[in-house]
């Protein structure tokens, strides 16, 4: 099959001016927090390295694998396969997500940060498809909001490829 992500949806300059945004947003409402940003890997790497530099304020960073996707467009399973060392006593976490699709991902991951009991939890993500929801989800921030199609580039994937694009375009099978 060959692809096509010739559909630019959000350009590098527009996603770098709404991450600056975010970065600031961040940095005034956790000034008095423990913040500690948690990137969901892999999607969410791209994002995760440009928005620690637009946050102002000291922060941990700290890194999950969950197994959501086998390669392909339909959700399965959801399990951590690499999970959090330490303690979360005191840590305001911040859920760095590349996209909420469906909510299962995001569903799975407060329920399994909140059982290790951090100060607060709270979740950041680029992008939001509401269309596509089927559990209820809150995002505290987000990047952009995206109609009903699957999306390439700056971290997320098809089938392990595209993550380098520094843009997010909509891929369609030609
Ligand atoms: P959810 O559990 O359905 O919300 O899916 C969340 C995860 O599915 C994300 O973290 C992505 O890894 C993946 N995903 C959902 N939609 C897309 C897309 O359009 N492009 C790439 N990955 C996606």
Redesign the pocket.
């Known amino acids: 099959m060959k692809l096509d992500v010739s559909s630019i949806l959000i350009t590098e300059s527009q996603i770098q001016e709404r991450i600056r945004e975010l970065g600031a947003q961040i940095s005034k409402d956790y000034e008095a927090g423990n913040l500690m940003l948690l990137c ?1 890997l892999k ?1 969410a790497i791209v994002f995760f390295a440009d928005l620690i530099r637009c946050i102002s304020i000291p922060l941990r960073c700290e890194f999950i694998q969950l197994a ?2 086998n390669d392909g467009t339909e ?1 399965s399973q ?1 399990r951590a396969i690499q999970g959090l060392s330490g303690n979360l006593n005191h840590a305001d976490v911040l859920i760095i ?10 569903n799975f991951l407060v329920d399994y940060v909140k059982r290790l009991k951090p100060e607060s939890v709270k979740v950041c993500s680029l992008l939001d ?1 509401p269309s ?1 929801r089927q559990v209820s989800v809150t995002i505290d921030y987000v990047g952009f909001e995206i109609p009903n ?4 580039g700056y971290g ?3 089938a392990q490829q595209y993550r380098n694009l520094p843009y997010i375009a909509i891929l369609n099978p030609v």
């Open positions: 969901v999607g959501s996707y959700p959801i997500e590349d996209i909420v699709d469906t909510g299962h991902t995001l498809k596509r199609a699957f999306v390439v997320l994937d098809y």
